[in-house]
């Protein structure tokens, strides 16, 4: 190592975010094996080429992805390039591009945002119809895109039918239908099912596909399903300050992700701990799950002297105001003894 001190303890993991977790080895390893030489930037590398036929190999022969840096430029990309200058989007109140992107879609997209109460996270048709019935006139902001994240930001997934029928939904009222998958892989993981058969196969125009979260440095990509969702996607992923110059060192990523099975074993071990850890928390005197645990996020009501004790080893986030509520999300890299460690305080007194 050339002149870099290790600033922080490298066994010690958090319950903050599956962000606060590192870089895969696998993935670091394809970093190092795709340097050297030179190759074309801005996407006209080798390693993009290969991305882009294992993107249509997961998603299918339609399937056209943009790598992007991070999960709110693929959702500011896909949005802008989805909404006429007139449009809004449909989203849950508990939408990531309505609560924690300050504010990039209206600001860089100039988009609006319409936003349900969706109690678990999850949209319904039901929900879309509160927005979308009657306000057609010129007055209105015209909705033309509903977004939905998979998995959601509660931790919960919707299943392929659920999907299918907010497409249905949206195509029958000329509107597109946006999945934010920041965390695809853990919603696959879930269902047991590849990544075409809750997107492509129920109608889903454009994905967000996370990378970051499930191991990456960082990259994520705008995979486009059906060409005629999106209006310029290229041109505006680069004003968007969005297009890798260096792009092959984001293909690289993507590749040891998705070209084999790294996505997927690294997602299943994330919601296994994110099982584990729901399981052993249930039993913690005057606790509760707030969300169904389906995917690697844990919400649960703790005790205020349960949540300070934790508080002294982990860092996580507090879910509502009072502090009553925590999220608890578990990473590739947590391990079973991460979580029992934690239990093992919750437990006490
Ligand atoms: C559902 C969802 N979408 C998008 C993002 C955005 O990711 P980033 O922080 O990489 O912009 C996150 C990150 O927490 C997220 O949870």
């Given at each position: 190592m050339i002149g870099v001190v290790q600033l922080h303890d490298p066994d010690h993991r958090d319950f903050g975010s599956d962000n606060y977790a590192g870089v895969h080895p696998a993935v670091l390893t394809a970093l190092a094996e795709a340097n050297g030489g030179h190759q074309r930037g801005y996407g006209d590398d080798v390693y993009s080429a290969r991305l882009a036929q294992v993107l249509r190999e997961h998603f299918g022969a339609q399937a056209v992805g943009y790598p992007v840096f991070n999960g709110t430029g693929a959702n500011v990309v896909a949005l802008s390039a989805m909404t006429p200058r007139w449009g809004s989007v449909v989203v849950p109140s508990s939408a990531h591009v309505h609560t924690d992107e300050a504010g990039a879609p209206e600001r860089m997209a100039g988009l609006k945002l319409l936003t349900v109460e969706a109690p678990d996270g999850r949209l319904t048709p039901d929900l879309v119809a509160s927005v979308t019935a009657g306000g057609h006139d010129v007055h209105f902001p015209q909705p033309s895109v509903v977004a939905v994240a998979q998995a959601t930001e509660l931790g919960t997934v919707y299943t392929p039918d659920q999907l299918g029928a907010l497409a249905e939904q949206a195509h029958g009222l000329g509107l597109r239908l946006y999945v934010d998958g920041a965390r695809l892989a853990n919603a696959a993981a879930h269902l047991g099912l590849p990544l075409r058969a809750f997107t492509t196969d129920v109608g889903v125009d454009v994905v967000g596909l996370g990378g970051t979260k499930n191991g990456l440095m960082f990259g994520e990509v705008v995979v486009v399903l059906d060409p005629g969702a999106v209006d310029g996607l290229p041109y505006v992923r680069k004003m968007s300050a969005q297009l890798a110059s260096k792009s092959r060192f984001a293909a690289a990523q993507l590749l040891a992700l998705?070209?084999?099975?790294?996505?997927?074993?690294?997602?299943?071990?994330?919601?296994?701990?994110?099982?584990?850890?729901?399981?052993?928390?249930?039993?913690?005197?005057?606790?509760?799950?707030?969300?169904?645990?389906?995917?690697?996020?844990?919400?649960?009501?703790?005790p205020a002297a349960t949540v300070a004790r934790l508080r002294e080893r982990w860092a996580f986030y507090d879910w509502t105001?009072?502090?009553?509520?925590?999220?608890?999300?578990?990473?590739?890299?947590?391990?079973?003894?991460?979580?029992?460690?934690?239990?093992?305080?919750?437990?006490e007194g």
């Open positions: 998705y070209d084999g099975d790294l996505w997927l074993d690294s997602a299943r071990h994330a919601n296994a701990m994110a099982r584990r850890l729901a399981a052993g928390l249930a039993e913690v005197p005057g606790a509760r799950l707030v969300h169904e645990v389906q995917a690697n996020a844990v919400f649960a009501a703790l105001p009072d502090g009553s509520q925590v999220r608890l999300m578990c990473a590739w890299d947590t391990t079973e003894q991460d979580v029992a460690d934690l239990l093992a305080v919750a437990r």
